[in-house]
T-cell receptor, first 110, second 115 residues
């Protein structure tokens, strides 16, 4: 059983397209993270959310605590956005554990 | 500012050998995390330190794994003896948060191959 499910697993888009990556989780949480992992392997934290919506440049992250769902949106996608996007949640009743999604592999074609 | 620094970046060793991975967190960060990433299991949290004290090591796979944080600027993850199934990328991350709900800053990772 996977506490965090991401969809789609793989996504190919044309440059300029609007992209949405979804994350659903099955436990109560105190925070949700969106991470970006580039082909070279480095991981960058994009957002940490506990409610509502956050925006950074062309990236927007939303969370609906009642529905246990978060989305990551990329506007005007660019080939440099090609990466694996990982959703991670911090459950609110299990100490300091993290549950990770398996990631969404995004390829943006010029 | 320097980010989280991990060493070595790549390590190839033979089964049974001791492996030591090192991490220097960002100065001023009081939380440090060790993660492991494999194709099969994705990212997994191994252990979490707060103010140099191990808070939760429930993710450490077995007794062959140990982690220490002797001071605020240095942590090690040791595997002894190593096995081929330990082959993975090991990430260290740090955070300013006293809990683990702060933004995470990751190192570049240490890619371990055990033959």
């Amino acid at each position: 059983k996977n506490e965090v499910e991401q969809s789609p697993q793989n996504l190919t888009a044309q440059e300029g397209e609007f992209i949405t990556i979804n994350c659903s989780y099955s436990v109560g949480i105190s925070a949700l993270h969106w991470l970006q992992q580039h082909p070279g392997g480095g991981i960058v934290s994009l957002f940490m959310l506990s409610s509502g919506k956050k925006k950074h440049g062309r990236l927007i992250a939303t969370i609906n605590i009642q529905e246990k769902h978060s989305s990551l949106h990329i506007t005007a996608s660019h080939p440099r956005d090609s990466a694996v996007y990982i959703c991670a949640v911090h459950p609110s009743n299990t100490g300091n554990q993290f549950y990770f999604g398996t990631g969404t592999s995004l390829t943006v074609i010029p | 500012d320097a980010g989280v620094i991990q060493s070595p970046r790549h390590e190839v060793t033979e089964m049974g050998q001791e492996v030591t991975l090192r991490c220097k967190p960002i100065s001023g960060h009081n939380s440090l995390f060790w993660y492991r990433q494999t194709m099969m299991r994705g990212l997994e949290l191994l252990i979490y330190f707060n103010n140099n004290v191990p808070i939760d090591d429930s993710g450490m796979p077995e007794d062959r794994f140990s982690a220490k944080m002797p001071n605020a600027s240095f942590s090690t993850l040791k595997i002894q003896p190593s096995e081929p199934r330990d082959s993975a990328v090991y990430f260290c991350a740090s955070s300013t948060s006293a809990g683990i709900t702060g933004e995470l800053f990751f190192g570049e990772g240490s890619r371990l191959t055990v033959l």
